[in-house]
């Protein structure tokens, strides 16, 4: 039997890496993830977890010092936010180019000025082209499984690619519920120890840490890792699958949907926003009206065939975005947009900006989100309960 | 100057033939680029332990290890940047201005 217990999102997150036995953890504290290092370390320091936490000077060190351990074949976890995820974003490309499976928990907030400890999705966004495979989650028994799942992923041989799973500050690293903690051996038997690539250092291959490549060869690499990221959708189904079979929970692999199928109005959502959006369908639907939400699990890469397949019925599709892109509109919007013309679907898309620096996405704006899709007016970019007129 | 055992360039065909990732040998892909060097890297073989680290840390792949274990700069690579003595534990690395 598994056990239960009253966990953060924090918790979880450390539960989840304990359970994954990595080799080196390198991480430097900073809100809203500090809990998760905290208890991490505590794991180690009390013997529950035989791995190496180093105690670094900063983020930048954290990333590097995870570079070090995982290019030569230790499993190896770092956590980190907003500001610190910026400062560190230096070293993101050297893992993800350097093909190296570090598994990062980035707990989701806002970017400064002005200064923010409270949650947005702006920090993601800011490194979605670092070459990370970025996965978003709603609670903290995903936050916890989805460790797991990550580590496998990451160290698949035919992926290779460093994970951030994103855990939305405050709304789901300080709130507490109810978490299934798997057993140790169960883990175990699904996420056996690391295999280290071919392409990794050891002492009878010692490798330049980073070569450099002209003008002929650097292209190569970088088309190389592009094509392997897509086959993170086939990879990510069947770890999700084979979990469902160890654990007997799956999350529906990079896109999941909820009242999806007959909805004329659809709403796209990353991470813990969309539990609010479940309960607001479910009032909804009582009241007769077909709505339905959609939920982007991984962002990069982004499942834009999953997607489509989910959303082309509907009569419009709305794309709450907890982030900007100064200048244009939300980003998950404008991936959602090109994704339909890809696909050569059309339909009515409005982008709801919203949650930015903690403020709060009530069931009324969800609500008021679903009536604006089903009237089909006002702008094609609007701004959720700013608190005051543009 | 001397002749450093280099690795063959690449052949790539299709992107199966591309290294995963870019912790290479030594040597593998680099290109001949060494005109703006203004200090050289010059080692001391007496000093050098044959530690690596150099070797490890070069951004351009730069640095040769020898038969005998001791790091040897091939210059028509190196670009002076200096890590190299900077990580040095034993320093037997001294960085020296190049005379035009």
Redesign the interface.
């Known amino acids: 039997m598994s056990d239960f217990a009253f966990l953060s999102g924090n918790e979880a997150i450390a539960y989840g890496v304990k359970l994954s036995r990595p080799h080196v953890i390198a991480a430097y504290p900073i809100t809203p993830q500090t809990k998760a290092v905290e208890k991490l370390s505590s794991f180690v320091q009390d013997g529950e977890l035989d791995c190496k936490y180093m105690h670094v000077e900063s983020e930048h060190s954290a990333m590097a010092c995870s570079i070090g351990s995982s290019?030569v074949g230790a499993r190896t976890f770092t956590a980190t936010s907003s500001q610190g995820l910026l400062y560190m974003s230096e070293c993101l490309p050297y893992a993800s180019?350097?093909?190296?499976p570090i598994v990062m928990m980035n707990a989701n907030r806002s970017i400064a000025t002005p200064w923010n400890i409270y949650g947005d999705q702006m920090d993601s966004m800011h490194v979605i082209n670092s070459g990370w495979i970025q996965l978003y989650v709603e609670d903290a028994q995903e936050a916890l499984d989805m460790v797991i799942q990550s580590f496998k992923l990451a160290e698949n041989h035919n992926i290779?690619t460093p994970v951030m799973i994103n855990v939305d500050g405050f709304v789901l690293t300080h709130t507490y519920e109810k978490v299934e903690i798997p057993l140790q051996e169960e883990v175990d038997n699904f996420l056996p120890e690391i295999q280290a690539?071919?392409?990794?250092?050891s002492d009878d291959n010692?490798?330049?840490?980073?070569?450099?490549?002209?003008n002929q060869?650097y292209m190569?690499?970088k088309?190389?890792q592009h094509?392997d990221m897509f086959k993170v959708f086939d990879e990510l189904k069947q770890i999700d699958n084979d979990f469902h079979k160890a654990f007997g929970r799956n999350y529906g692999s990079a896109v999941e949907g909820y009242q999806f199928e007959d909805a004329e109005a659809l709403l796209i959502t990353t991470g813990s926003v969309t539990g609010t959006v479940r309960v607001v369908v479910d009032e909804m639907r009582a009241e007769g009206k077909k709505v339905g939400v959609v939920k982007l699990r991984l962002l990069r890469p982004f499942p834009a065939g999953d997607l489509v397949s989910k959303i082309s019925g509907a009569k419009a599709v709305g794309v709450l975005d907890k982030n900007i892109s100064f200048g244009y509109e939300g980003t998950v919007f404008t991936n959602v947009n090109s994704a339909l013309f890809q696909k050569g679907a059309s339909l009515k898309t409005i982008n709801f900006i919203g949650g930015l620096g903690g403020k709060d996405i009530t069931k009324g704006n969800i609500r008021q989100m679903f009536q604006t899709l089903q009237s089909g007016e006002g702008e094609t970019v609007q701004y959720s309960n700013m608190g005051c007129t543009l | 100057m001397k002749e450093f055992k280099m690795s063959p360039k690449p052949m790539w065909n299709s992107l199966g033939d591309i290294p995963m990732g870019s912790s290479c040998p030594s040597f593998h892909i680099t290109d001949i680029n060494a005109g703006w060097r203004v200090f050289k890297p010059v080692v001391d073989l007496e000093k050098c332990i044959g530690c690596y680290r150099c070797y490890f840390v070069c951004p351009d792949g730069a640095i040769h290890m020898s038969d005998d274990k001791k790091a040897d700069v091939d210059y028509s690579f190196c670009k002076g940047c200096g890590i190299c003595a900077h990580e040095c534990k034993p320093k037997a690395i001294s960085m020296i201005k190049e005379e035009k």
């Not at chain 1, 010692?206 to 002209?214: R, W, Y």
């Open positions: 290019s180019g350097a093909r190296l290779l690539s071919p392409h990794l250092m010692k490798t330049s840490m980073c070569i450099s490549a002209g060869h190569g690499f088309v190389k094509r």
